[in-house]
């Protein structure tokens, strides 16, 4: 059966906001706390303020791949 076009428009929407999203980063720290879940399951994750600073601080002190 085809899907209507408000349908198609919706999908494409949540697809592009998944592609954004992931492209942005958005995801790192969810995908971060499944991993440690998984990989670590004794140990706290850290918190999401405390995982983008420890991402910042890498960047900064490891300049590879950036621009600026």
Same mark, same amino acid.
């Given at each position: 059966?085809?899907?209507? &076009?408000?349908?198609? $428009?919706?999908?494409?929407? %949540?697809?592009? *906001?998944?592609? $954004?999203? %992931? *492209?942005?980063?958005?995801?790192?720290?969810?995908?971060?706390?499944?991993?440690?879940?998984? %990989?670590? @399951?004794?140990?706290? @994750?850290?918190?999401?303020?405390?995982?983008?600073?420890? &991402?910042?601080?890498?960047?900064?002190?490891?300049?590879?791949?950036?621009?600026?």
């Amino acid at each position: 059966m085809r899907q209507s &076009i408000p349908g198609r $428009l919706r999908r494409g929407g %949540a697809s592009l *906001l998944w592609f $954004l999203r %992931a *492209l942005l980063g958005e995801d790192r720290y969810r995908q971060y706390v499944e991993h440690q879940s998984r %990989a670590h @399951p004794g140990l706290v @994750p850290l918190s999401e303020r405390d995982f983008w600073r420890m &991402i910042y601080r890498e960047q900064d002190l490891n300049p590879s791949g950036r621009c600026c």
